[in-house]
């Protein structure tokens, strides 16, 4: 099993559609959240981050965090077709070399 | 002004040859690393350098040589290329290993393909 598990799609929406993304893990100690965006033939860029369970906003995109059911999302409101790309989820634990172990990366196409 | 930079962006070799990757950044960052993603966007670490030291040193074949001649610059060398070499390798720079919040920031890949 994965440490991190992510749907990798393709996810296709109508522009203006609420979008979802998940990803579970298995790791108790991972303690920092990420979520990334990569643009086709770009490298990936940090969208979101946060460390405690609950949720984080920053205008349409809200990160949200479930560390008891080990699972975290990240929400698109209004979305638009500038938003398709790949989403790769990403955490970190306290200890250990600070490793990043990414998930696989959903793409997403937000369709005008 | 580019934050982190990789040459060449595209890398086509026959198998068995010898490569390398080159990667500076202009950010002031004391890290940087080597990730590897495959076909399917999967995004795994590498190395990683703090310092122009080796932190973090995955299980890759010993044919992949990381090098970095001062903090700004970290590149990769790749010996008797094999076909399973191809995938997009991205570098990366943080501000200093030591707090785990660090943010990465990744270049823009150099994609391998090898015949």
């Known amino acids: 099993q994965k440490e991190v598990e992510q749907d990798p799609g393709p996810l296709s929406v109508p522009e203006g559609a609420i979008v979802s993304l998940n990803c579970t893990y298995s790791n108790s100690a991972f303690q920092y959240f990420m979520w990334y965006r990569q643009y086709s033939r770009k490298g990936p860029e940090l969208l979101m981050y946060?460390?405690?369970?609950g949720n984080k906003e920053d205008g349409r995109f809200t990160a949200q965090v479930d560390k008891s059911s080990k699972y975290i999302s990240l929400f698109i409101r209004d979305s638009q077709p500038s938003d398709s790309a790949t989403y790769l989820c990403?955490?970190?634990?306290?200890?250990?070399?600070?490793?990043?172990?990414f998930g696989a990366g959903t793409r997403l196409f937000v369709k005008a | 002004d580019t934050a982190v930079s990789q040459t060449p962006k595209y890398l086509v070799t026959q198998m068995g040859n010898d490569k390398s990757i080159k990667c500076e950044q202009n950010l002031g960052h004391d890290t940087m690393y080597w990730y590897k993603q495959d076909s399917k966007k999967f995004l795994k670490i590498m190395f990683s350098?703090?310092?122009?030291?080796?932190?973090i040193n995955e299980t890759v074949p010993n044919r992949f040589s990381p090098k970095s001649p001062d903090k700004a610059h970290l590149n990769l060398h790749i010996n008797s290329l094999e076909l399973g070499d191809s995938a997009v390798y991205f570098c990366a720079s943080s501000q200093a290993s030591g707090t785990f919040q660090e943010t990465q920031y990744f270049g823009p890949g150099t994609r391998l393909l090898v015949l």
């Open positions: 350098y703090n310092n122009k030291e080796l932190i």
């Open positions: 990403a955490m970190r634990q306290r200890t250990g070399g600070f490793k990043t172990i």
């Open positions: 946060t460390y405690s369970s």
